[in-house]
């Protein structure tokens, strides 16, 4: 087994205290104590990001899933119209509603299951770079910045150098095997390609298309975590090494940007509480959080943060306005 790099060290810690409080996540609050000072009116808080950009040595920016629905990668728990675009015809004829769903789904045959999962990792494999990536870029030119995210879409790296991404959460371009025979993850946009183009109209793709592990023949899955037996090998820990190259080489910034987006309360250990934790720690360091749903500004970082509370694509253009 690996040695554990800097930033999962952090993860875990946090992962152990979720454990502990589920109960608080899950009804969608945060066991740490939040500032009881009134937040600033909405323009002075985006003028606060704005500047803090502008001056900053080094950003790491946290994306986590309502960062990708802010852009239109909505259809995930929802049978909205996003969802019907991609998905129409499983959500007409098996009843489903909102792609996640369809994961738990008893298909009834492999081929079918197949032909949901291709659609799926089709689906995200090949969407244009979303408004909000598209905004991230201009904020970020010119300045020195890495892109944490737990969501498997690719829209970071599509959006930005693969070498200025860690995707601890796993990548939708690459299969593993199910049985994890080997350390090995492999290319998945080209079966899948394949399988959407067999499968055409219908929902289910051929049997000989079904993916399997070159090694040992076991079935392969995507190399995400929520799908089964997530691979946490190489590449993983790589992603892992990446973030924290990049946190340990900006410890002593004097202005270290810290920004999360779209952190729900299902995953608050992998970019909100380690970046709770840095800003504390770190003299350097200040934190903004922005989020439709939640406005968490903790009382130990309440003179080093900002939580503001909107629709994040409308967040990075009024930050754009006031740069």
């Not at 032909?115 to 030119?141: M, N, S, W």
């Not at 190489?234 to 080489?249: A, F, G, M, P, W």
Request: charged share 25%; hydrophobic share 35%.
């Amino acid at each position: 087994m690996m040695a554990q790099s800097f930033y999962e060290q952090l993860v875990m810690k946090t992962q152990m205290n979720y454990q502990q409080f589920f109960n608080v996540y899950a009804s969608g609050k945060t066991p740490v104590k939040l500032t009881e000072k009134p937040m600033l009116p909405y323009e002075e808080q985006v003028q606060i990001l704005a500047d803090k950009i502008k001056e900053a040595d080094h950003i790491i920016v946290g994306g986590a899933s309502g960062l990708s629905a802010a852009g239109g990668g909505d259809f995930y728990y929802e049978d909205n119209a996003s969802f019907r675009k991609y998905f129409g015809k499983f959500a007409e004829k098996y009843g489903i509603k909102g792609a996640f769903s369809g994961m738990q789904y008893p298909w009834p045959s492999r081929e079918e299951y197949w032909g949901y999962l291709a659609t799926f990792l089709h689906t995200t494999q090949h969407a244009e770079v979303r408004k909000p990536f598209r905004d991230l870029q201009e904020i970020l030119k010119g300045k020195d910045y890495f892109i944490l995210t737990t969501n498997q879409d690719i829209q970071a790296i599509k959006a930005f150098p693969e070498e200025k991404v860690a995707q601890i959460q796993g990548d939708h371009r690459y299969f593993q095997c199910s049985q994890q025979c080997s350390d090995e993850v492999w290319d998945a946009v080209k079966p899948v390609e394949e399988m959407i183009q067999a499968m055409g109209d219908d929902t289910k793709v051929p049997t000989e298309l079904i993916p399997r592990c070159p090694n040992c023949g076991a079935e392969a899955f995507p190399w995400v975590r929520g799908y089964g037996n997530f691979l946490e090998g190489t590449r993983y820990h790589q992603e892992y090494q990446k973030i924290s190259d990049d946190v340990l080489n900006h410890l002593h910034d004097d202005h270290l940007l810290l920004i999360e987006l779209g952190v729900g309360r299902m995953t608050p250990m992998f970019i909100q509480e380690p970046f709770w934790g840095l800003t504390g720690s770190l003299d350097g360091a200040y934190d903004v959080m922005i989020n439709r749903d939640y406005q968490f500004l903790p009382e130990e970082i309440e003179d080093k943060a900002q939580a503001i509370k909107g629709d994040i694509s409308q967040v990075l253009d009024d930050v754009k306005a006031a740069m």
